[in-house]
């Protein structure tokens, strides 16, 4: 009897607790997760380590973003994305979504609050970094819409239609009328109607349409027959929802780019952000690539005896093209170039014996360097990048973005990065000359031509000398390109089959 009522009890309060939390998520069901327009700037007060921590995740998100979906991606196929933009997201605690628990319901406003407070004071901070030039300007503004994009289309259809109305956007869902138009005819008039789904089944029709001023409507999807007008109004397909909000997105930011250009300069003299800001401003727009150990061994290191092998399969193309024209125009490099290849080639395992004997062989190749000249114009230098001479702690190779930043050449003069410092023809019939396949050549023309993202171009070029990887880890220094490509190398070495170097011919009988 009493086991029976506990059992009754236990029932009873299981059903409440299920009640309360359905009543929870339902009271959640339309809200808009934090999404913003950001019309309005943070009241908030923040500490130094906050400010430039959530700057640096949100900008590592929008890198992320950058990479997965370079120049001329469609802002509809972002949602397919969400996948392998989870991790970057999170690990920015930059992602939020609706609660499922009772726990996660419980502290669902806690955890809203603190998410829109580090994710508003991080997108303002860096308006501030990218509002100097035009295409800072380009870059954020694509990326932070594309953001837009995959957060908006994450929420209910209760909440979509709640942020159309807060967003000032006048339309409301359709409803068919008698004699009116009805759904079956716009979803079969409508191109954008058609959802797509990537098991190879039919398509499927959308099923809810909204109706709006078609002066509401994104000229694109107008010209693009995607949307039915009748009448001066426009019936869109909940799909094309977000197309419409990235457009009035994008337009409310660009407008505020220039709010945050006057503010510049005063945010510049605070010694507490000043140098920050300085910072993004001159190194925000280069890729952020996670770091490689530069202390790792991976197995191989450069040599004499290795050298020209590592060179043609190994070498960055920065310094690969810094030695082959000094070896082409037989003449030492000049300043720039040397203080470039200098510490790489240490990075990469050269001791300074081997350093000494390469120089010397390299330069005294000319006529304008003999062993006394070398001797008196070059060894101080060796000495100094290994830490032999001057402050005693030698020479860093250098990063991508320093490399990336180096003034152009001049005539004569060899060092920089090649996707930048080169012409585009040039540079196709550089890598012609590298046997690079012609596909990857356009794909990077593409992207220094579209977006001048010449660390993607990079990563680009090592995916055509590496077939099989993906990229990851190559981006942050010649160093790391130089790494990456031996792990890669003896990583194929170590899985292909081994050689017996039998004959396989069949034994004689005796």
């Keep these: 009897m009493h086991r029976a009522r506990d059992n009754r009890d236990s029932a ?14 339902s009271a959640y069901a339309s809200d808009d997760l934090g999404v913003s327009l ?5 009241n908030v007060e923040v500490s130094v380590r906050e400010f430039e921590d959530f ?84 870059w954020f503004v694509r990326q932070e819409q594309r953001l837009f994009v995959l957060r908006f289309d994450a929420l209910s259809p209760e909440a979509k239609e709640a942020y159309l109305d807060a967003a000032g956007v006048e339309c409301k869902r359709f409803t068919q009328q008698p004699g009116g138009i009805t759904l079956d005819q716009l979803q079969k008039s409508t191109a954008g109607a058609k959802i797509w789904k990537n098991d190879g089944t039919r398509p499927e029709y959308d099923q809810h349409f909204y109706e709006m001023p078609f002066t509401e409507v994104t000229p694109t999807l107008i010209a693009g027959r995607r949307v039915v007008l009748q009448r001066g109004k426009a019936y869109v397909p909940s799909g094309a929802l977000k197309l419409i909000l990235a457009k009035k997105f994008k337009d409310t930011l660009t407008a505020s780019l220039d709010m945050a250009f006057q503010g510049l300069p005063m945010a510049l003299a605070d010694p507490r952000v000043g140098g920050f800001i300085r910072d993004l401003q001159e190194y ?52 720039a170039g040397r203080l470039q290849l200098r510490p790489f080639l240490k990075d990469c395992g050269f001791t300074i014996d081997d350093s000494f004997r390469w120089w010397k062989q390299e330069l005294c190749k000319t006529a304008e360097v003999d062993a006394a000249s070398f001797e008196k114009n070059y060894t101080y230098d060796l000495e100094h990048a ?118 396989g011919s069949p034994a004689k009988a005796a």
């Design 284 to 335: 925000g727009m280069q890729l952020l690539v996670a770091p490689k150990s530069s202390d790792e061994d991976v197995g191989e290191k450069l040599t004499l005896s290795n050298f020209e092998e590592l060179l043609a399969r190994s070498f960055a193309p920065c310094m690969r093209r810094l030695v082959e024209k000094q070896r082409e125009t037989k003449k030492h490099l000049k300043h």
């Design 38 to 42: 950001y019309t309005q700037p943070p």
């Design 12 to 25: 009873v309060k299981g059903a409440q607790s299920d009640d309360l939390a359905g009543r929870a998520r």
């Design 386 to 503: 290994y830490g032999k001479k001057g402050h005693l702690q030698g020479q860093n190779c250098f990063g991508c973005p320093k490399i990336i930043g180096m003034p152009g050449e001049s005539a004569g003069q060899v060092h920089g990065c090649m996707f930048k410092q080169l012409d585009l023809p040039s540079l196709r019939q550089q890598l012609h000359r590298w046997k690079v396949p012609d596909g990857k050549i356009q794909e990077i023309d593409k992207l220094i031509s579209q977006g001048k993202h010449y660390q993607l171009a990079c990563i680009e070029y090592f995916k055509s000398q590496h077939p099989d990887h993906e990229g990851d880890g190559v981006g942050n220094s010649p160093g790391d390109y130089f790494r990456e490509s031996c792990r890669s190398h003896l990583s194929k070495q170590a899985t292909s089959p081994a050689k017996t170097g039998q004959s």
């Design 55 to 138: 700057t640096k995740g949100r900008l590592k998100v929008l890198h992320a973003i950058d990479r997965l979906c370079g120049y001329d991606f469609h802002l509809e196929k972002m949602p397919e994305l969400r996948s392998r933009l989870s991790k970057d997201l999170s690990d920015s605690n930059l992602n939020i979504g609706y609660p499922v628990g009772q726990q996660r319901i419980a502290s669902f406003l806690t955890d809203k609050a603190d998410y829109t407070r580090r994710d508003s004071i991080s997108h303002y901070a860096l308006r501030l970094a990218f509002c100097k030039n035009r295409d800072a300007r380009d």
